[in-house]
């Protein structure tokens, strides 16, 4: 069998991978376009491929031995983007977790371990393949080495070899090194001879053969400026062609036997890419076999009639469902664990059972649960009340570890070393095969994880205690639970006739905007075909091309971005495809989630999801419903009170994150600033760019607001360059400026980032955690990453923090007061409820007395109200 070495050069691929793909987050807030992009080639080569050796090779640091020769080499290149650089640490760890050996080597590039090793593979009789996006390594092809360079679309590759060569350039492979000399390389800063390019060149080169056959034939070289410059810069034109020579030497330590590829485990993969939360990568993956999950025994009974013995006065319980949409899922039957033993209640004993509805609705029996939030709306669907909910398993481990993104019970008692309950997966499996076994195996699984949530209540709550966040769990995060459970039960009522009337309005806009394209481009075609739309772009309208797919023009929203100003067309593509998202995503998606007996959304509120504390939602989320255009915010017109004669009554803090960081940093400029109330946007110009207030113009207060929201969310210099459309030296002078305004602020960010270092994790106002065991890395990139986590989760936390607990003090008032005001959505920061027309005047003043005083900072909160028949008018 021919052996086949697939050479991959890891830092162009991460490269292109990022540049080529928006920046994209993981919910732990980590960058992950370059890791998603890298993974899925990686996944094309071992499919297509099939090697039988592979290495990935990186650069081992900024300076090599090319250094030497000229102090300038790459010199030109900008500083690589942190968002970038905070992403390489983890493409390593995929590597490990694919069994793929990668290395470097110091004082030499990713290239010169590339053609050391091709050449020795080639010499063994190894078929050898290289992939890079980088064309200076198809000086390496040969009858046995193809060179496969990425496109822009990252998978897809262009194969060169010794023949393609020929017919692109009509250039022999090692001819690619002396064009490289002499007409330079712009990205390498390889300075060639000035004047000369690529077509000049070839043409030499195909007369002379090389560069110093060129230089010692001068007199044969037509044109008088040309044969001055190649005489001129003789010495720059040898030492560009030197820059440009990979090394087929390197002293590398590293044998073809140690690439040896003997596929991967696959468990090991889907850890790291569950961890990354790459699922489509996942669905790709198939369906992996699942290992075997060995447990403890535990002795439990199943019960047919229920006593005392049962429901006891503290117990551990399970309400077990197979769908994660609690709220129209089947309950697969009940879990107890109390003193007396472990049980196992069919779900019709349970419904059918007066003494099962009075145990479940009693106060005074506690119950122990996982997931309190979905056991009491699973219930109330069934018009069975829950209360006494005195621990919630989830709710303390989330607090206990953030990090640990799991909503697994098995994971969290794996996690304290208690082998006594199998995943779920592993008893139901899953996609496809997702099903409900003999009830002899549901029976055990559900009494097993009542037995270990009454196990880790003890461990769990002692934790707590220990770190200081018990008064967290049980005075914020657990009545939270409750106020949350109530909000999905109750719902927000839909105008679907309204939504309707959009979904026509939408439609007419659209065709309007069909008929106005069609006339700008000159014909008809479809506008969703990015094909068609590639050629009246690029072709009949000849703007300029941005980025090309395998098989045409690419017309990502990026690219047109980048044309807005250079057609009228291209805004009106753009606009067009945002109502049609607007119509498919959110009109059509709306009407699909609206209960048909309520007619209401019933959203599910993630509690223990975000690192920061932060509540997420789906099926809808409505956090996510677009606010740019005015017909995406005209969507919130079908949200409406569930009652005739009452209101839909909204209540929202005001930049409550920047208020946070006056706060903590102590700031005293911002701190002043908030206190006599003025535009915070406005002030931050004035002192950034020394001007009166009179003098700040739109554009001034626009940097000055995407640097306020900039740094609390730790923006780098090449993250405000690309929100502002300016070059990354301006973005970080900007930066520069403002921390010389706000000294306080750049105090805390550094006191922050060495409490992190010495405690290894941050914490909120109200003592929320997070753990950033990165903080102390050795890697520079891994290390900035966890110092800029570490600067803005107490902010973000603490903000999320005082929303719940306004939340909390709401839900108290409108019970002490006697109100029939419901709380129905929180959203980022803001409060949406119902309310009857005859309670307003009460809620004007309540509502922001209520929210203002959640907590007591050095500034004053500030909460603006608003009301109206839907939720748009109350904005």
Known sequence: MTKKLILIDGNSIAYRAFFALPLLNNEKGIHTNAIYGFTNILMKILEEEKPTHILVAFDAGKTTFRHKTYKDYKGGREKTPPELSEQFPFIRELLDAYNISRYELENYEADDIIGTLAKKAEKEGFEVKIITGDKDLTQLATEKVTVAITRKGITDVD????????????????????????????????????????????????????????????????????????????????????????????????????????????????????????????????????????????????????????????????????????????????????????????????????????????????????????????????????????????????????????????????????????????????????????????????????????????????????????????????????ILADMEATGVKVDVQRLNEMGKEIEEKLQKLEKFIYELAGEEFNINSPKQLGVILFEKLNLPVIKKTKTSYSTSADVLEKLKDQHEIVEQILHYRQLGKLQSTYIEGLKKVVHKDTNKVHTRFNQALTQTGRLSSTDPNLQNIPIRLEEGRKIRQAFIPSHDGWVIFAADYSQIELRVLAHISGD???????????????????????????????????????????????????????????????????????FDSFKGVKEYMEE????????????????????????????????????????????????????????????????????KTKLLLQVHDELIFEAPKDEIDVLKQLVPEVMEKAIELKVPLKVDYAFGPSWYEAK
């Open 159 to 482: 194969p060169y070899t010794p023949e393609t060569i020929q017919e692109k350039y009509g250039l022999t492979p090692p001819q690619i090194i002396d064009m490289k000399g002499l007409m330079g390389d712009q990205s390498d800063n390889i300075p060639g001879v000035p004047g000369i390019g690529e077509k000049t060149a070839i043409k030499l080169l195909k007369q002379f053969g090389t560069v110093e056959n060129l230089l010692e034939a001068l007199d044969e070289v037509s044109g008088k400026k040309l044969k001055e410059k190649l005489a001129e810069y003789k010495e720059q034109a040898l030492m560009s062609k030197q820059l440009a020579t990979i090394q087929c030497d390197a002293p590398i330590d590293i044998t073809l036997d140690d690439m040896t590829y003997h596929g991967y485990e696959v468990q090991k993969v889907i850890k790291i890419l569950k961890e990354l939360g790459f699922n489509s990568i996942l669905a790709k993956l198939g369906e992996a076999e699942e290992v075997k999950e060995q447990v403890s025994d535990i002795k439990f009974e199943t019960v047919q009639s229920l006593s005392e013995q049962v429901l006891t006065d503290e117990a551990a319980f399970i309400v077990e469902m197979l769908d994660e949409n609690y709220h129209t899922g089947d309950i697969i039957g009940f879990g107890i664990a109390n003193q007396n033993g472990n049980f196992f209640i069919p779900t019709k004993v349970a419904i059918q059972s007066e003494q099962f509805k009075q145990w479940a609705k009693d106060e005074r029996k506690r119950k122990i649960v996982f997931d309190g939030k979905q056991a009491i709306v699973s219930l109330r669907w069934r018009n069975i009340e829950l209360n006494g909910i005195d621990f919630d398993v989830l709710i303390a481990s989330y607090l206990l570890n953030p990090s640990q993104s799991t909503d697994q019970l098995a994971s969290i008692a794996q996690e304290q070393n208690l082998s006594v309950v199998q995943s779920d997966e592993a008893i139901y499996g899953k996609g496809a095969k997702r099903h409900v076994p003999a009830e002899s195996v549901v029976s055990e699984h559900v009494a097993r994880k009542a037995y270990a949530v009454n196990i880790l209540k003890q461990e769990l709550e002692k934790e707590l205690k220990e770190n200081e966040q018990y008064e967290l769990f049980s005075e914020l995060e657990l009545p939270l639970s409750k």
């Open 668 to 738: 005293e400029n911002l701190i002043e600033a908030f206190r006599q109330d003025l535009d915070i946007h406005t002030k931050t110009a004035m002192d950034v760019f020394h001007v009166r207030e009179d003098e700040v113009t739109d554009y001034m207060r626009r940097q000055a607001k995407a640097v306020n929201f900039g740094i609390v969310y730790g923006i780098s210099d090449y993250g405000l360059s690309q929100n502002l459309g300016i070059s990354r030296k301006e973005a970080a002078e900007f930066i520069k400026r403002y």
């Open 752 to 819: 922050i980032v060495q409490e992190a270092k010495q405690k290894g994790y941050v914490t909120t106002l109200m003592h929320r955690r997070r753990y950033i065991p990165e903080i102390t890395s050795r890697n520079f990139n891994v290390r900035s990453f966890a110092e800029r986590t570490a600067m803005n989760t107490p902010i973000q936390g603490s903000a999320a923090d005082i929303i719940k607990k306004a939340m909390i003090d709401m839900a108290k008032q409108l019970k002490e007061k006697g109100l």
